[in-house]
């Protein structure tokens, strides 16, 4: 009898972890999956670009700028909002790094002036969000015209040359290369560590994860859902500021279009690595490892020897493929029941 009772029991045991750890981890197993993929199909069509170490370095140089403010977005889109005036703040805060800077005034005062527009920024827009209940689509879509405005009449329309015998300290902080690798990549990594950490290891990235999924439930459990909305678009807006530093940093010069070029892979980053536009659910690694598949599209196209019009054709089919499979994933693991005994 108990015999037979053995097996009955093992084969229980043994199927719990599978839908379990598909269930938990299935958005960043399937942009992995995805990126692994299109990595593959990269090398067999242009072995001599995507097996020298040269390209991996140009997509460690160019791909944070727009990674950078797409991490701190996922904790604006997990709470079911979405911020699309990020690269007017990306501008904005360097154009005030720049003039606290060219007026005299020591370099960190003018990284702190640059850090605090950008915070400001984000308050702004969590607090129009979050206290009077504005859709974010809409008023993001306002205040990027503000903060871009307020950059170009402080600007003048002009830029800022940032050379090496004036910003030397600076160009190290965003340009450097230790032990040969791209500090800008050191640094996303760095971010999204900071960043996994707050978000799934702290009560307010717990929080974050409620007010995304249900905010009316999350304020019955005593969730300030208006301070969770604002502090998310705050982390956004100082992300955009560092980004906006690095990509000026990078080029020796302040443009006062910085930014703009910055907001469609910025967003695609987020939804490709598994952040639901519904809110509730995202991994800011799954939108670090979106990142680097986006920024090497581009080139992948171009080295296989494809029309470089293919691009953006590639670019929609990924990231359309990729969110239809997450979501049909996601939707079989709902159903499908967990055993836990």
Request: aromatic share 12%; proline share 4%; glycine share 12%.
């Amino acid at each position: 009898m108990s015999a037979e009772a053995v097996p009955t029991t093992k084969p229980k045991s043994n199927a719990i972890g599978a839908p379990s750890i598909l269930r938990r981890h299935g958005s960043q197993l399937g942009i992995l999956g995805v990126g692994l993929a299109m990595w593959l199909a990269f090398v067999v069509m242009a072995p001599t670009v995507f097996l020298d170490i040269d390209i991996y370095k140009a997509f460690a140089e160019s791909t944070p700028f727009f990674a950078i403010p797409a991490l701190a977005l996922t904790f604006v889109v997990i709470t079911g909002e979405i911020d699309l005036s990020f690269p007017s703040v990306m501008a904005l805060g360097t154009a005030a790094f720049c003039q606290v800077s060219e007026a005299g005034f020591p370099q960190w005062l003018g990284l702190m002036a640059g850090f605090a527009t950008g915070a400001a920024c984000g308050w702004l827009n969590g607090a129009l969000v979050s206290r009077l209940s504005i859709p974010s689509l809409v008023i993001t879509i306002g205040t990027s015209f503000l903060y871009r405005g307020i950059e170009l009449v402080m600007q003048n329309g002009t830029g800022v040359p940032l050379t090496e015998e004036k910003y030397a300290t600076m160009l190290q902080i965003f340009t450097g290369q230790p032990f040969g690798v791209p500090i800008q990549t050191l640094w996303a990594v760095a971010f999204t560590g900071f960043l996994w950490v707050l978000l799934n290891r702290t009560r307010f990235g717990a929080h974050v994860f409620l007010v995304g999924d249900n905010p009316t439930s999350a304020r019955l459990m005593g969730v300030n859902v208006v301070s969770v909305k604002t502090w998310c678009f705050v982390l956004t807006g100082l992300f955009a500021v560092f980004s906006g530093l690095m990509t000026s940093f990078v080029g020796n010069y302040f443009w006062p279009t910085t930014g703009d070029g910055a907001l469609l892979s910025s967003i695609a980053s987020v939804f490709l690595g598994g952040t639901s536009v519904f809110g509730g659910t995202g991994t800011v690694l799954g939108t670090l490892v979106a990142s680097y598949i986006i920024g090497a599209i581009n080139a992948g196209i171009v080295s296989a020897g494809v029309n470089a019009f293919y691009t953006q054709l590639v670019f929609g089919l990924v990231i359309v493929v990729s969110v239809v499979l997450q979501t049909i994933i996601e939707r079989r693991l709902q159903r499908r029941p967990i055993i836990t005994n």
